[in-house]
C-alpha cells in the first residue's frame, strides 16, 4: 500500500482537485483505492457525493476508539472508496496532543489497510501542525501542488526546510493553475528554482473545468475526459506512477 499525501501550507492550490483526479485515475486503472478527506471542509467528500461526517467524530479516532475500515464509504466509481471529512477535524490537532505518539497516529491507523488498498490518498488541509506532522510520519510521499507566483515558492521552500528538520518524507512538487498567458507563470515553468527537487515534469493548466468540478460534483475523467485538465492529470498520475515504479 502506498501512502500519497496532497498537502500544501498554502490554501486554494488544487490540492483537493489533485485529490480527487489521482485517485479517480489509480482507481479506473484497477487498483483499490481509498481517499481519506482530512480537512474539515470536506470538499473532496463533497465531489464524491459523500456527506461530510463521521460518526463519533475525529476525537474516537484519534484515540483508536474507532476503526477506520467501519466508516468508509464507497463511491460511485469502481475501486474507490472514502473516508469522509467530518468538521470535528478542526480539533483533530487537541486531540493528538493527548495522543500517545501523536505523530505516527495516522499511520498506526492506516496499516491495517495494508491488504486492502494499493493506494491511499490522503486530501490534507493547509497548515503545519501536528496533523501535518503526522501526515508526513503516515505518507510515502507528499505530492505538492504549487501555484508558479513568488509567493508559493517561498511557501515551498519553508515546507522543505521544516521537513529537514522533521521528516525524510520524499515530496513531488508540481505546478497548478498555470496560465501561460502570464510571464511570470512561463518563466517558473520553463526554469523552476533548483530548490524544487523532485519536480514532476507534468504540469496542471488553469481551466474552467477544473471549477466545474464543484458543479458536477465529479472527477474531471467523469464528465470532461477530453479536456486539457484531464488529459494534464492523466499525464500527472502516469509520470508519479512511474517514479513509484508502480
Known amino acids: 500500500m502506498r501512502v500519497l499525501a496532497s498537502y500544501n501550507i498554502k490554501g486554494g492550490v488544487g490540492k483537493t482537485a489533485s485529490a480527487v483526479n489521482l485517485s479517480y485515475l489509480a482507481a479506473q486503472g484497477g487498483a483499490r483505492t481509498l481517499v481519506w478527506d ?4 470536506g470538499a473532496a ?9 463521521v460518526k463519533g467524530g475525529g476525537g474516537k479516532l484519534v484515540k483508536g ?5 467501519k466508516l468508509i464509504k464507497g463511491t460511485n466509481y469502481e475501486n474507490l472508496d472514502l473516508l469522509p471529512a467530518d468538521f470535528s477535524y478542526r480539533h483533530m490537532d487537541l486531540e493528538l496532543e493527548d495522543a500517545r505518539k501523536p505523530g505516527r ?3 498506526k491507523l492506516l496499516k491495517p489497510l495494508a491488504d486492502e488498498y494499493d493506494y491511499v490518498f490522503l486530501d490534507c488541509p493547509p497548515s503545519i501542525s501536528l496533523v501535518s ?4 510520519e503516515a505518507a510515502d510521499v507528499l505530492l505538492v501542488p504549487t501555484i508558479p507566483t513568488i509567493l508559493s515558492l517561498r511557501t515551498y521552500d519553508q515546507l522543505q526546510r521544516f521537513l529537514e528538520q522533521s521528516a525524510q518524507t ?5 505546478f497548478t493553475m498555470v496560465d501561460r498567458r502570464k510571464q511570470l507563470h512561463r518563466m517558473i515553468v520553463d526554469q523552476p528554482p533548483a530548490t524544487m527537487s523532485g519536480l514532476l515534469r507534468t504540469w496542471i493548466p488553469y481551466a474552467s473545468e477544473v471549477e466545474r468540478m464543484g458543479l458536477e460534483r465529479a472527477a474531471l475523467g467523469a464528465f470532461a475526459r477530453r479536456s486539457r485538465a484531464a488529459l494534464a492529470y492523466t499525464a500527472l ?10
Do not use: N
Open 38 to 41: 482530512l480537512d474539515p471542509q
Open 45 to 53: 467528500s463533497f465531489y464524491f457525493r459523500i456527506k461530510a461526517r
Open 65 to 69: 476508539k474507532k476503526d477506520l475500515d
Open 105 to 107: 497516529r495516522l499511520h
Open 133 to 136: 506532522e503526522s501526515v508526513f
Open 170 to 174: 520524499t515530496t513531488m512538487p508540481f
Open 237 to 246: 498520475w502516469e509520470e508519479i506512477r512511474s517514479r513509484l515504479g508502480a
